[in-house]
Every structure is written in C-alpha cells, then in structure tokens.
C-alpha cells in the first residue's frame, strides 16, 4: 500500500512539474512589454528597390497620457535621420528618405511618455526588423 501511494504521489509530482513546464514555456511565447502609459509601440522599415525607404512609428496612449515619439532611420547603427511627432491616444509617423545601397538599415522609435503631471514615467522603445540594401 505504502508502495503504491509513494508511486502515486511520484508520478502526480513528475505531471505536475511537466505541465509547470509547459505553461511556463508557452507563457514565454506570448509575453509582451507590458507599460505603464502606453498600450502599443512599433516600427516598420521598407526599402524599395529604386531606394526609398519607408519609415514608420506607431504609438498608442493610455488615458491620461501624452507622448513624445521619436523615429530615427539607421544606417549601419548610426542615425542618419530623425523625426518627432507628438500627442496622445494613438498617432504615427510615417516618413520617406531615399538610402544608399551596400547598407544594413533600422527604424528606431522612441516613446517618451508624460503622466497628467508631465513627469516622465517611461522611455520605451520599438525596433523595426533590419533591412539590408
């Protein structure tokens, strides 16, 4: 008897960190920023083949917020290009600039967000993927 519950409460142990596991593992997968004043952040980057590239900064606020947003076009990790942009609630900036080939290019957009007091209460930022041209 003995036996069989220390087998019983073994494999219910083994169930048990295995599924721990697997939520953990799928959590993982799924978790996002989470912020305190804004409720989306991202950048986006196209480069057509005649050279223009197509930059753009998206940011949405939470009630009570305002926000600074910075975009920066990269070139090889060195800002070429900025533009900002400001507001509450949810804007963009979407920008057009004409790139060199031989480069590796990035959109870089940075949210300064201003509680009602107009303290900072956070400087996140978004990254486009990189585009080679």
């Known amino acids: 008897m003995?036996?069989?519950?220390?087998?019983?409460?073994?494999v219910i142990l083994v169930l048990a960190c295995m599924l721990s596991a697997f939520c953990?593992?799928?959590?993982?997968?799924?978790v996002e920023p989470c912020y305190t004043g804004i409720m989306s952040l991202s950048a986006t980057l196209d480069i057509s083949s005649g050279g223009q590239a197509s930059c753009y900064g998206y940011v949405s606020s939470r009630s009570g917020y305002s926000v600074d947003l910075k975009m920066k076009l990269q070139r090889d990790g060195r800002t070429i290009k900025t533009w900002t942009d400001s507001g509450s609630k949810?804007?963009?900036?979407?920008?057009?600039?004409?790139?060199?080939p031989g480069h590796d290019y990035q959109v870089v957009v940075t949210?300064?967000?201003y509680n009602s007091?107009?303290?900072?209460?956070?400087?996140?930022?978004?990254?486009?993927?990189?585009?080679?041209?």
């Open 24 to 30: 953990i593992g799928a959590r993982a997968v799924e």
């Open 117 to 133: 007091s107009g303290k900072i209460v956070e400087t996140p930022s978004a990254y486009s993927n990189e585009v080679s041209y």
């Open 90 to 100: 949810g804007f963009d900036i979407l920008k057009t600039y004409y790139v060199t």
């Open 111 to 113: 949210a300064t967000v």
């Open 2 to 10: 003995k036996r069989t519950l220390g087998k019983s409460v073994s």
